[in-house]
């Protein structure tokens, strides 16, 4: 083949974030699952608590690794910017128009970041990915009583004369009663968002992933390559070539 050139596309954070992500994505889902099925897997209460420990530990990876990434976003490198994530700004529609008329014709355009329908599904990732890490964090608060609100949460149900920092969860009796069951009602969207947020981010994983192989099949660009090396090869001149430079 001729005409093939290296570009570096992908800088070191948005590597390490996406890996880290995936692993963080790959235990919290294995043991969310485990939460979730607890009464069939015969877990314990004791068992219960030692599975949501392991699982906010990692969900604190993960959200620190998320909010990195949302940092980067404004002051990493050209790919790596809201400016070449989010959907919109100057001629959009028609680069979204010339991507599905290349597609469709076997002559897709080729572009060092995100093609324009890439960057819907990025910004609808990152955006499930933070639901699910703010509803996580105040799960891990109203569960736990873990940081960052845990300490409010606490002081809120408490039992009176009870210091809040030796509440132990799901000891009922260290809490107030009225407080705790206002607590729970506080509590209840978060876990809904969290519930339904896990099988929306498993649909949008499997399509991210078929997107990327049929991708890297119609128009190359080793995509998955690119997430390791951080270079993209291509048999044309990007489209989004203007923007990075
Ligand atoms: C990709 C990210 C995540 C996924 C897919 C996920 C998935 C799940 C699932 C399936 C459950 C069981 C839901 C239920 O019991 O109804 C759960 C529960 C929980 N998650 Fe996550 N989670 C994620 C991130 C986080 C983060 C970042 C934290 C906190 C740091 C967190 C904290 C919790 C807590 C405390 C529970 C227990 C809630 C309860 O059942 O009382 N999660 N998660």
């Given amino acids: 083949m001729t005409g093939l050139k290296a570009y570096v596309v992908w800088d070191a954070s948005v590597r390490w974030f996406h890996w880290i992500n995936l692993l963080c994505m790959l235990g919290l889902i294995s ?6 099925n607890d009464e069939a897997l015969g877990v314990t209460s004791d068992g219960k608590i ?58 897709p355009r080729q572009y060092l970041g995100h093609n324009p329908l890439g960057r819907i599904a990025v910004t ?14 105040v799960l891990a608060g109203t569960d736990l009583f873990y940081p960052p609100i845990g300490s ?35 509590r209840k969207p978060f876990i809904t968002v969290h519930y339904y947020g896990f099988y929306v981010l498993l649909v949008f994983a499997v399509i991210h992933i078929l997107a990327v192989v049929v991708t890297e099949i119609r128009e190359g660009g080793n995509l998955v390559s690119a997430m390791f090396s951080g270079k993209k090869i291509l048999s044309g001149p990007p489209a989004d070539q203007a923007e990075a430079d």
Avoid at 67 to 77: E, K, N, Y
Wanted: with cysteine; aromatic share 14%.
């Fill in 31 to 36: 043991v969310g699952v485990a939460i979730l």
């Fill in 152 to 186: 409010w949460i606490a002081g809120w149900v408490a039992a009176p004369g009870l210091d809040p920092a030796s509440l132990v969860p799901y000891a009922k009796e260290m809490y107030d009663e009225s407080a705790y069951a206002a607590m729970r009602a506080f």
């Fill in 50 to 107: 030692l599975l949501k420990t392991v699982h906010v530990s990692i969900g604190y990876v993960f959200a620190a690794n998320l909010l990195w990434r949302l940092v980067w976003a404004f002051i990493g490198g050209p790919h790596a910017r809201w400016r070449a994530i989010l959907p919109g700004g100057r001629g959009y529609l028609n680069e979204v128009r010339a991507y599905i008329a290349g597609f469709r014709g076997g002559r």
């Fill in 124 to 137: 609808c990732l990152l955006l499930l990915l933070l639901a699910q890490a703010v509803t996580g964090l």
